[in-house]
């Protein structure tokens, strides 16, 4: 796991953050039919944490967490070579042989003693020589051994793999913490449970784990009512979370979108190109709904989408306050033109604009 999402929970004892065994996932990654494994979502599901307790259980786990170093094909296998050492000492690998020869007998490794080849970060390789070896080594686990890969997005080299279904994909929705598992982490930090609060955090936070545990240490709970936005201590902390884990791996022109769309609870091409002017909104929804990324399909409505409440809340912060009133007039105006003057009503109450009825 890398320092940054090892954040949320340096407060909580050690075993707070590795009690939550994710069982059902490394089952099902094991016994996958597939030789290797995709497991992606944007920062915070877990995905580190998933790939260290599957490392733990693996009887041969070979575990690399890539850098951008690694897009040089000598240093990755010099890498890979030195993991497998660690994983099984009584194995060397010379590293002055040819690299195709040096990856010829990884493989050959791999497969004698059935190893597990975790690699996280997948996001950071580029080099077409070191994404070529990677597919390598896919190809080859078909063999009988399993090449299990963490990423932010689906990198280019594996996309093949998994459209002939020879690499199975786990995503945002298998990946989020499901309601009884976000009640075990509530009855965790509160000795006690409170199915009513793990109700919340789940739907407040579409099972985000690490926007659950930030909600966990906020400390202010209700027995009667859930904690608000504003009485979430950490809140200023999931801001920045979001903006330096999240928002630096998308293009700038869907962050822009997604900021000024945060004052709509339900987005939809007409809605955002009329009230935003922008003529992006149908390629920016796309961009976000088919990565996992702060949305879900509006049930019943095709093609419309609402956000997952914690990133609405968080991206609405970070939109200038000026830039906000200016959207709120003109979705007000848009109500009103469109005869819907309740959702008008509605709408200008609730950002406290009633002189705009």
């Known amino acids: 796991m890398n320092r940054i999402e090892a954040i949320p929970l340096q407060d909580f004892p050690k075993k707070f953050a590795d009690s939550l065994v994710r069982k059902g996932l490394l089952d099902k990654i094991e016994n996958s039919p597939a030789g290797s494994v995709l ?14 307790q599957l490392a733990a259980r693996a009887q041969h786990a070979v575990v690399c967490i890539l850098g951008h170093s690694d897009n040089d094909l000598p240093f990755f296998l010099r890498h ?29 490794l791999a497969l004698e003693n059935r190893m597990t080849l975790i690699f996280d970060n997948c996001q950071v390789v580029t080099d077409g020589e070191v994404c070529k070896a990677l597919q390598f080594l896919i190809s080859a686990a078909e063999n009988g051994f399993k090449v299990v890969m963490g990423s932010r997005k689906t990198p280019d080299f594996v996309a093949r793999f ?10 945002r929705d298998e990946l989020a913490l499901s309601e009884r598992e976000v009640g ?69 022109g869907v962050v822009r979108f997604a900021q000024r769309a945060s004052i709509f609870d339900s987005l939809s091409v007409d809605l955002c190109d009329t009230i935003l002017e922008a003529s ?19 049930p019943g409505k ?17 939109l200038a ?19 819907m003057p ?15 009825i």
């Open 321 to 339: 306050a000026a830039e906000k009133t200016v959207i709120v007039e003109k979705t007000v105006e848009y109500y009103l033109k469109h005869k």
């Open 184 to 252: 075990e982490l509530v009855s965790m930090h509160l000795n006690a449970d409170d199915p009513q609060l793990a109700k919340y955090l789940h739907s407040f936070t579409g099972g985000w784990a690490a926007g659950v545990i930030f909600c966990l240490r906020s400390g202010k709970f209700f027995a009667k009512e859930p904690p608000a936005w504003e009485d979430i201590v950490d809140r200023d902390l999931i801001k920045k979370y979001i903006a330096f884990e999240i928002l630096p791996n998308l293009p700038p």
């Open 80 to 108: 890979l070579s030195e993991a497998i050492h660690r994983s099984v000492p009584q194995l060397k690998i010379k590293n002055e042989d040819h690299t195709d020869t040096l990856l010829l007998r990884i493989c050959r």
């Open 162 to 171: 998994i459209l002939e279904e020879r690499c199975q994909l786990l995503r």
């Open 342 to 356: 309740l959702k008008a009503i509605s709408f200008a109450l609730k950002y406290k604009k009633p002189d705009l």
């Open 302 to 318: 095709q093609k419309s989408f609402i956000w997952i409440d914690i990133f609405q809340k968080a991206m609405l912060d970070l």
């Open 39 to 52: 497991v992606c979502s944007m920062a915070g599901y877990g995905k580190s944490t998933l790939l260290s």
């Open 280 to 298: 992006n909104s149908r390629e920016c929804l796309n961009f976000l709904a088919e990565n996992d990324i702060f949305l879900r399909e509006c």
